[in-house]
C-alpha cells in the first residue's frame, strides 16, 4: 500500500470512530464527511440544543496535501495528532496547520 493510500485509510478510520462516538447532548450528533477526491475529510457537530439553538459545526478538518496530513481544525479533547501518531503517521507528515507558519516550527511536527 502506498503512503497516499495508507494515510486516507488511516484518517477515515480515526474520524469514523470519532463520529461514531456519542455527544453529551441526545440531540446532537456527528458526522464523518470524506472527499477522497479532493483530499478533504471532516467530523461535523450538527443538531439542536434545546429548541432554539442550532448547532453545525466543525469538529475536526483534516485535508491531505502533499503527502502529509494538514490539520486544519481540532476540536478534540487529547488532539487528533495524537491518534494519528498512534496510527504509525510521524510527526514529520503531520502539519498542525491551525497555528500560524511563524509557531510550527516549535511544535514538534511538521511545519509545512
Keep these: 500500500m502506498d503512503k497516499l493510500t ?7 478510520d480515526a474520524l ?4 461514531e462516538r456519542r455527544y453529551s447532548i441526545p440531540t446532537l450528533t456527528h458526522e464523518a464527511v470524506f472527499d477522497e477526491k479532493n ?8 443538531g439542536w440544543e434545546g429548541r ?12 491531505i496535501i502533499n503527502d502529509k496530513i494538514w490539520i486544519q ?6 488532539g487528533i495528532a ?3 501518531e498512534a496510527e504509525g503517521v510521524p510527526k514529520a507528515d503531520i502539519v498542525l ?3 500560524s507558519e511563524e509557531v510550527r516550527p ?7
Excluded at 6 to 12: A, F, N, P, T
Design 73 to 78: 481544525q481540532d476540536g478534540m479533547e487529547d
Design 16 to 19: 469514523t470512530t470519532i463520529a
Design 97 to 99: 496547520a491551525f497555528h
Design 82 to 84: 495524537y491518534e494519528l
Design 39 to 46: 483530499d478533504r475529510y471532516l467530523v461535523l457537530t450538527v
Design 106 to 112: 516549535y511544535t514538534g511536527y511538521a511545519v509545512a
Design 6 to 12: 495508507k494515510y486516507r485509510q488511516i484518517v477515515c
Design 52 to 63: 432554539v439553538r442550532r448547532i453545525h459545526h466543525c469538529l475536526v478538518h483534516l485535508d
